[in-house]
């Protein structure tokens, strides 16, 4: 299958820009770095034992000219350490988990004196579906568990300005829950009516059409919401998905890998600087195009 808008950012993305590539001591990790040096999008810098590094990929028979090295003890945390330090002093722009844990890596860069700004740390996925006409986020699938109204605010706030930033303005966002009617039992549609009245008045981003709560079908399909009698200029027509919670999101997120055969780019927003997480399970493309949304992000770091 093909992904023309996936394929659109990569090749938007491509230059030199230093992207610290963390503790990368597995075959995809390293298979990831080959092809992004081979694709010319960025200059990866590899953060971790760089002796153990080498061997496997030679083992590997993996090309690892035109990387970086900086050399660090056989530790994942200490990689991580450094690398944080690196963005620190300008050296890596963007950052990429290798082969270490989550939590490995996300524990130094949100400490006190990691990689922390003053904005909510979360996560944006975009996905490229054959049955849809573009590009379409869902955040949060990956950072906050069970976010109150307060926290899918900040969450809004980090996904629209991302999205801004790689060219899709004037977002039209669907907040999903079960339901389009509001239940007081059911915080996903209380926290939407909230978000939306407040949106109304106190705009969370500019441009920005926020509306809900959407089922995932009235919010997906114009015909469903007229049907049901929703009135709705982002019915059908969504950039982005807001999930009630992580599970929503993780569920949905592989939902559209495995059952419609989409391919997807994503990255952590709110640190001083993106970061790419990436699963043993994504595909190379999957891994290459978000390393390219992370660079677009990076370059645009400072822009409204």
């Known amino acids: 299958m093909e992904y023309p808008l996936l394929e659109k950012i990569?090749?938007?993305?491509k230059g030199d820009?230093?992207?610290g590539v963390v503790y990368p001591l597995s075959i995809p990790a390293l298979e990831t770095v080959a092809e992004l040096i081979k694709k010319s999008l960025c200059s990866p810098v590899l953060i971790g034992p760089i002796g153990p590094i080498l061997e496997l990929a030679a083992s590997a028979k993996i090309s690892l000219d035109g990387a970086l090295t900086v050399d660090t003890p056989d530790d994942p945390i200490l990689a991580t350490k450094k690398a944080?330090?690196?963005v620190k002093d300008g050296k890596v722009l963007a950052l990429m988990k290798g082969s270490l844990h989550t939590e490995e890596l996300m524990g130094p860069i949100v400490s006190r004196d990691g990689l922390r700004t003053d904005k909510r740390i979360s996560h944006l996925f975009l996905f490229e579906l054959t049955h849809y006409h573009k590009l379409i986020g869902i955040s949060d699938a990956v950072v906050n568990i069970a976010p109150n109204a307060a926290l899918k605010r900040e969450i809004l706030f980090n996904s629209l300005s991302a999205l801004k930033k790689l060219g899709i303005s004037n977002a039209k966002v669907a907040l999903i829950a079960?339901?389009?009617v509001i239940n007081l039992a059911m915080q996903s549609t209380t926290d939407a009516k909230e978000i939306v009245d407040e949106h109304?008045?106190?705009?969370i981003f500019p441009g920005a059409i926020i509306e809900g709560p959407f089922g995932f079908d009235n919010?997906?399909?114009?015909?469903?919401?007229?049907?049901?009698?929703?009135?709705?200029?982002?019915?059908g027509d969504p950039d982005l998905l807001l999930v009630p919670d992580l599970q929503v999101g993780n569920i949905l997120y592989k939902s559209f890998v495995y059952m419609a055969g989409?391919?997807?780019?994503?990255?952590?927003?709110g640190a001083q600087v993106p970061i790419v997480l990436t699963s043993r399970s994504d595909s190379v493309f999957s891994r290459v195009a978000s390393t390219a949304m992370a660079i677009l992000l990076a370059k645009n770091l400072n822009s409204k």
């Open 17 to 19: 820009l230093p992207l």
């Open 178 to 180: 079960a339901t389009e």
């Open 84 to 86: 944080v330090e690196m």
């Open 200 to 203: 109304l008045t106190n705009p």
């Open 262 to 269: 989409a391919e997807c780019a994503g990255a952590i927003l």
């Open 10 to 13: 990569i090749e938007e993305a």
């Open 219 to 235: 919010a997906i399909s114009a015909e469903s919401a007229k049907i049901k009698g929703i009135s709705s200029q982002v019915a």
